[in-house]
């Protein structure tokens, strides 16, 4: 293990040790080589970012260190304990949260109940209990309740609590998962493209968002994004990735820099 | 203890008053994390005492001023009630103005302190810094986003609060004296006019002129301390500071905070105010909304809801105003507010309201009607931020959709030649502020107010307001043209947000119409039309087609009114763009500024007289982080029909 190293961003915010590490992982769905001999590091509270062009193999990493696939080789090591094979459930317990590119929120259902169902995880009365309302189930959703509404006031979303999460514009419903994903209270949050989809404006009110939760709850934050400028302006280290393999990871100004990703985004002249 | 509260001359000694006669009611709501959370009047006035402490502890003095930006917060109110104990000035200034417009109030009055709600406010304060040299001390109310400013002005109110705390408890004479110190001749409040007429001119008034016409108001409407008030306008505007601040004062009643600016329907119908007061534009608003949930009902809801509102229409105004109306009318009307009006006061948070006011601007006939036709007592009233609000009130029981109602007791109206309205009464403003010209050319030497509004007073005694004088003008063959007037008859179709008329010295009226984004965008999806944002909806032929029935429709009526039937639009265009208070095409209180809008689109103008059927635009635009770009894009113009006089027809 090494020292724990302690720096201060520009914002006054401390990174840590190293929370999250992926070693040497490769995945393949038949003779697709999704990723291969992937390595990097996350760092506690800090902002880190995967980046690539289209099929580079950004969501396959995500959803290996989320535990839906299951690598072929290497392995992930999160708080010092080491998994070859994750599991969403798992992941969820150790307090690794996410988000969906392409937004999973119950339609049906209010913004409420919606970030409510994050604190499932969180919940220990019996499902009769709740039934029933027993009173410590009772407080329990009390306490829950108060959580979700400081979510609400959070993200900003007191207007849309009682509106039912599939009539909200794309740009709130994306809002809406995050509150949910912060709702079980991660230490790591992986965001599939916070910004897919979104104007300027809804793209800087995320950036917001994602910047607070990373410096006033000081999760960690991983995320994939498409927008080349949204992630060299939030992130403190980016990993690029082509083809499936690792081409560059640095601070954001080293990568703008690297000759290997300005040709991988803008192709090599034959 | 009885206490004459008549007696008492100033904001603060009527706070205290209220904390020791009714300590234990409440004085204001804010709903806090979805639940709605009470301050009483006692401990309203604790904190405004620790935060008076703190104030004189960091060198506020007497008859200085003190900036406040901000929503409607508790602590925003509490502030401003401790500068005044401390006899300074609060000046609120509009929380959504942007950093520029807050460098004139600022540096006009030599301001020092400032309170700021939350991280936007501040950074906009800290932004124009550099060109307020005077501005020392930024309290800040939310700590979001602030925790790694180090700016030194800064400084958190909850710490504020805290030292504020400990001051008071070590000397806790000194506020009381502070407060008996202050007189009813004694500044209260500053607030800036939001500018139709130029630059902003900073208003003036004495705790005196303040507490007078709210007294006399709350008086006339019978205001006691169980009645209600939501707080959801700038408190930069003075209609706002008297609902939520003097009036609260006066009579103890109870003002709420909402959540935010979007939550203010949803708020309205969890409190349900007994005491209200909307601008036009916010009532239109509403009954835009109703209309768009209309359409969406089922088949027999709408059916119930056209038939009773028609009854309505005919006889709900006369119920309400105690007139002689049929039994089976009567029955009709019950069963409809059993059915239909019941149901839709309660979502519009309505149903206790014993008094509501609009005022602001001249109201759409048809608008007022229907909100009196559902039951609700609303009522207008006419006064300017001069003239601390309440000159004109509709009393109960004489209400009429095309005046303002008699002026209210100790006010004295006269009009001159051209129609324009004096005013003289005992609350008046005291000046403009560092401007005695200004000062001067509004008020004589009699003490009379010029308003810059035309008007006459009717057979009732009642005062009609029809336009601003320098906006009422003439055709070229001499008819009369009030733009207003015709812009608010447009206004009324849900469809239509905002009209511009042009017509003064020229041929024929011709308008600019800005579409209601959420009413035709609805209107488009259940006609399948798909659309990718304003400009593209704008421009689209179906859209013109139905602004063009709304148009005619407008003729129609023009054309029942002998006086203004020559007054007819007979050309229109929808513009690409929505008039926005950034763009200076809107006041802050959102009035359109024609003169302003036919020069910047001049050429737009040009084309509808000069009988072309598209012209080219190319418009810079300034997005909402300040930074500009340019547009460009074809606009069609329309023909209108219009209609013969009836006066004309009848005769002939």
């Not at chain 2, 401990?43 to 060198?59: K, P, Q």
């Not at chain 2, 003002?255 to 105010?273: A, F, K, N």
């Not at chain 2, 709900?316 to 507010?337: N, P, T």
């Not at chain 2, 009732?460 to 207003?484: E, N, Q, S, W, Y």
Request: hydrophobic fraction near 40%; glycine fraction near 8%.
């Amino acid at each position: 293990m090494t020292a724990p190293e302690v720096h201060l961003h520009g914002t006054g915010r401390a990174v840590g040790d190293v929370v999250l590490s992926v070693e040497g992982v490769s995945l393949s769905f038949g003779g697709v080589k999704a990723l291969q001999d992937v390595s990097f590091d996350v760092r506690e509270h800090e902002v880190r970012a995967i980046i690539g062009p289209n099929g580079a193999g950004k969501s396959s990493m995500l959803n290996v260190i989320n535990g839906v696939y299951h690598p072929q080789k290497g392995t992930i090591r999160f708080k010092d304990r080491k998994f070859t094979d994750m599991e969403p459930h798992r992941a969820a317990v150790m307090g690794i949260a996410r988000t969906f590119q392409n937004i999973a929120l119950f339609k049906g259902m209010s913004v409420l109940d919606n970030i409510m169902t994050g604190r499932n995880l969180r919940m220990h009365a019996g499902i009769l209990a709740q039934a029933l309302r027993i009173g410590p189930a009772e407080r329990e959703e009390i306490a829950h309740r108060e959580r979700v509404e400081q979510i609400i006031d959070f993200l900003e979303l007191q207007p849309y609590r009682k509106t039912p999460a599939g009539r909200l514009p794309y740009g709130l419903q994306k809002r809406v998962d995050l509150g949910r994903a912060l709702a079980s209270e991660p230490q790591m949050l992986l965001l599939d493209e916070p910004m897919a989809g979104m104007n300027l404006e809804e793209k800087q009110d995320m950036c917001r968002f994602i910047l607070d939760a990373n410096d006033q709850l000081g999760t960690t934050v991983v995320l994939i994004e498409h927008d080349m400028g949204v992630v060299m302006d939030i992130s403190d280290r980016v990993v690029v990735l082509d083809y499936g393999r690792k081409i560059a990871d640095g601070v954001p100004d080293e990568v703008r820099a690297n000759q290997a990703v300005v040709d991988a985004y803008l192709g090599t002249k034959h | 203890m009885s206490e004459d509260i008549g007696a008492l001359d100033t904001f603060p000694k009527l706070l205290m008053h209220h904390a020791r006669v009714r300590g234990d009611r409440p004085a204001i709501r804010e709903k806090d994390l979805g639940i709605w959370q009470t301050w009483t009047w006692h401990e309203l006035a604790e904190e405004t005492r620790a935060i008076t402490a703190a104030l004189a502890a960091m060198g506020f003095k007497r008859g200085e001023h003190f900036a406040l930006v901000g929503d409607n917060r508790p602590r925003l109110y509490a502030t401003m009630a401790a500068v005044q104990c401390l006899g300074g000035i609060p000046v609120p200034l509009y929380q959504d103005a942007v950093a520029a417009e807050m460098v004139f109030p600022i540096h006009n009055a030599s301001i020092a302190f400032a309170f700021a709600e939350d991280q936007e406010q501040v950074d906009k304060l800290l932004e124009i810094l550099p060109q307020c040299p005077t501005l020392t001390r930024i309290i800040y109310d939310d700590p979001r986003g602030l925790r790694h400013y180090k700016q030194p002005q800064l400084l958190a109110y909850d710490r504020l609060l805290e030292s504020g705390r400990q001051a008071h408890r070590k000397d806790p004479a000194f506020v009381e004296s502070e407060i008996a110190r202050g007189s009813g001749s004694d500044t209260a409040a500053m607030f800036f006019t939001s500018g139709t007429t130029g630059v902003a001119k900073g208003v003036v008034h004495t705790h005196s002129s303040l507490i007078g016409p709210s007294r006399t108001a709350a008086e006339l409407d019978r205001l006691g301390e169980d009645d209600v008030i939501l707080a959801y306008l700038p408190p930069a505007w003075i209609g706002q500071n008297i609902f939520s601040c003097a009036q609260a004062l006066v009579t103890g009643y109870c003002i709420c905070c909402p959540e935010s600016s979007e939550t203010v329907m949803t708020d309205m119908r969890e409190i349900g105010p007994t005491y209200y007061f909307a601008p036009p534009r916010v009532l239109e608003n509403l009954l835009t909304q109703v209309s768009i949930r209309m359409e969406d009902a089922s088949r027999v809801k709408r059916w119930l809801y056209a038939y009773f509102m028609r009854v309505a229409e005919r006889v709900g105004g006369a119920i309400l105003d105690g007139k002689r109306v049929s039994l089976v009318d009567r029955m009709l009307y019950s069963v409809g507010d059993l059915l239909i009006y019941g149901p839709l006061r309660n979502v519009l948070g309505m149903s206790r309201i014993k008094v509501g006011y609009t005022a602001g601007e001249a109201i759409g006939p048809d608008l007022f009607k229907f909100y009196r036709s559902i039951g609700i007592n609303l009522k207008q009233l006419y006064g300017s931020t001069e003239t601390a609000v309440f000159v004109c009130v509709q009393p109960d029981g004489q209400v009429k959709p095309d005046t303002v109602g008699p002026a209210v007791p100790g006010v004295e109206l006269k009009f001159t030649p051209e129609r324009e309205l004096l005013i003289r009464r005992p609350g008046l403003f005291k000046e403009y502020y560092k401007n005695a010209e200004a000062t001067v050319q509004a008020v004589d030497s009699e003490r009379w107010f010029h308003t810059g509004d035309a008007g006459y007073i009717d057979q009732d005694g009642h005062v009609k307001i029809i336009d601003r004088v320098k906006d009422v003008g003439k055709l070229a063959d001499g008819t009369l043209f009030a733009p207003k007037y015709l812009e608010n008859k447009l206004k009324f179709f849900p469809h239509v947000r905002e009209a511009v008329c042009f017509g003064h010295g020229r041929d024929k009226v011709c308008a600019f119409i800005n579409i209601d984004p959420d009413a035709v965008g609805n209107w488009a999806e259940k006609r399948n039309l798909s659309y990718s944002g304003y400009t593209d909806l704008a421009s689209r032929d179906e859209v013109y087609e139905l602004i063009r029935e709304c148009v005619e429709r407008v003729n129609a009526d023009l054309a029942q009114e002998p006086e203004l039937a020559n007054s007819q639009i007979h050309r229109f265009l929808i513009l690409h763009k929505e008039l926005d208070a950034d763009d200076g095409e809107l006041t802050r209180t959102r009035k359109v500024r024609r003169g302003f809008i036919g020069e910047k689109y001049g050429s737009l103008v040009e084309a509808l007289y000069g009988g072309r059927d598209s012209v080219h635009v190319e418009a810079q635009v300034r997005y909402e982080d300040g930074r500009t770009g340019t547009f460009s894009a074809d606009l069609r113009i329309r023909d209108a029909k219009t209609f013969p006089a009836a006066a004309a027809k009848r005769a002939a």
